[in-house]
């Protein structure tokens, strides 16, 4: 089912596909201050379409790319996405599970300190992610970049991205990566093009802590070594880093410094301005530039939002 416009995508093989496999919906809740073990009221709430998957379709579309989001929904919550994506003309195809999306709740406070509740989500069916699997590969073909993004819901498979990422490479189209834990173990072997995991994953794949930003850069070699691709850390306000060891690239860049408001969905930013670089056919210093840049403008802004120019 479409809940927008594909005329867009299908008219061109300049489009990035985005696959948000464990979509939410975002709830904040503002507070004045968290109390434990007293009632805390709140102040007010407001809903969006969420997800790593949705936030950089989001971005993308809001940087001039053309994106569509591929993403399994549910329930009324999955009823509620789809009203939300509708809302923003944001291009989707969705695959209706039996079970419902998750609701993913950010606590604020009046001193700018957040919480994150994030339900494991929907248990997907060996059924519905055969079709998952047969949805993306009929939408490959018109896709120049696959984007992986967010964690993986109950019933997949530990290797789901890797399978996702060989099926990319079968029709020549470049996979981006941007997850954690055993998921992203399994999938790096596949050899993404571009993988951007923060300082926490890479030290998570690395087994190890990761203390000095010389630590960060070797071991984003070895990741590097072992995908055969490009690696970027990104590191919040600190320096972050673009490597590729097979082509002897190593890049650094400094974010601009701004005033944070909220840190949800930076790194989501982040990887679709990369996308949208890689496919202009930017430099590889270029695409870490804008990638810090988004980021950093991502969190000047409430959670779920774009800016208005």
Partial sequence: MACTTLAQFAASTNSTLVLSLNPCIDVEWRVQDVLWEE????????????????????????????????APLGGGTGAELTTHLREENLPARII?????????????????????????????SAKEWMGILRKTRRLLPKARLLILSGSLPRGLPKNAYALLTRLAHD????????????????AIKARPFLVKPNEHELAQWCGRPLRTEGHLIRAAHALSET???????????????????TEGF???????????????GAGDALLAAVA???????????????????GSAATKLPAGCLPST
């Fill in 250 to 264: 190593q890049a650094s860049a400094l974010p601009p410094r701004v005033q944070a408001r909220n840190r949800l």
């Fill in 96 to 124: 209706r599970l039996s079970q419902p999306t998750r609701v993913n709740v950010l606590i604020t406070t009046a001193g700018g300190k957040q919480l994150r509740f994030n339900p494991l989500g929907p248990r997907v």
């Fill in 171 to 186: 029709f020549g189209v470049k996979t981006l990566l941007d997850c954690d834990g055993s998921a992203f173990a399994a």
């Fill in 276 to 294: 949208h670089e890689i496919f202009q056919g930017s430099s590889p210093t270029q695409w870490l530039a804008a990638g810090l840049t988004t």
């Fill in 39 to 70: 009632k805390n009221n709140v102040v007010s709430e407001r809903r969006w379409a969420g997800g790593k998957g949705v936030n950089v379709a989001r971005w993308l579309k809001h940087l001039g790319g053309h994106p569509l989001l591929l």
């Fill in 227 to 245: 995908t055969r691709g490009w690696v970027l850390v990104s590191r919040g306000p600190n320096p972050g880093f673009l490597v590729n060891a």
